[in-house]
């Protein structure tokens, strides 16, 4: 794995990121919060994605707080991967492993995964413009996700062509090393075998607006040997 200095940058501040913001936060309050947040997002895709009994599920990038939390409590089989989770554990009130017993966590990036199990589901909220190498890191999500099986993605996408150019020569968003409008994303996991099946415009904003993709995927694809 190639980690760049913007990424390790943006690793140390998502940490000082999650600090600051969870701080002033009431641990039950929030996870009560976020639990909701993310069932207002599985909500909005109902028609497209169903999570069976005893399928199995990765939440990549899972953070201190990812879906994890609420897919806990459901009869599914949960991964959570985050290269800062012993960090979390260490330094957030708020993330507890031992609160989520059925949940399997590993301390890892994603550009390690490489199970041979693959998921029915695979989510990555959030995440994708975050990690060090994204090309490779959009395979391995699509290589770790079962023919038939969907992925799922949200992202801030860029909303105008000369701010996207200015926040990649400049660290303006030093939080997310790439920088991509929504069809960049798009084509980005549109690959042969992939197929997206429905995008949902979660918020809206100057910059960047927030994005849901559900993907499913048609064929087995596998470039990591």
Request: glycine share 4%.
């Amino acid at each position: 794995m190639k980690k760049t200095l913007r990424w390790q940058i943006a690793q140390k501040i998502e940490l000082w990121w999650w600090q600051n913001y969870l701080k002033a936060k009431p641990e039950t309050d929030y996870l009560l919060w976020k639990k909701r947040y993310w069932q207002g997002l599985l909500n909005q895709v109902t028609d497209v994605l169903t999570l069976a009994p005893n399928s199995r599920v990765l939440d990549a990038g899972c953070g201190p707080a990812g879906i994890f939390i609420l897919l806990h409590q459901q009869k599914v089989q949960v991964t959570a991967i985050d290269p800062l989770l012993k960090q979390y554990e260490k330094n957030l009130a708020h993330f507890k492993p031992t609160a989520y017993p059925k949940v399997t966590f590993k301390a890892m990036p994603l550009e390690q995964l490489q199970d041979k199990q693959l998921y029915d589901t695979v989510f990555c909220m959030n995440v994708i413009n975050h990690v060090a190498d994204i090309k490779d890191c959009v395979q391995r999500l699509i290589e770790a996700t079962k023919v038939g099986g969907k992925l799922v993605i949200t992202i801030d996408a860029h909303n105008y062509v000369l701010f996207k150019k200015i926040f990649r020569l400049l660290p303006g968003d030093v939080l997310h090393p790439h920088q991509y409008d929504l069809a960049e994303y798009e084509a980005m996991f549109c690959k042969e075998g992939v197929q997206l099946l429905k995008t949902v415009h979660l918020k809206q904003e100057f910059f960047f607006d927030h994005y849901m993709l559900v993907l499913g995927k048609r064929k087995i694809i596998n470039i990591h040997q």
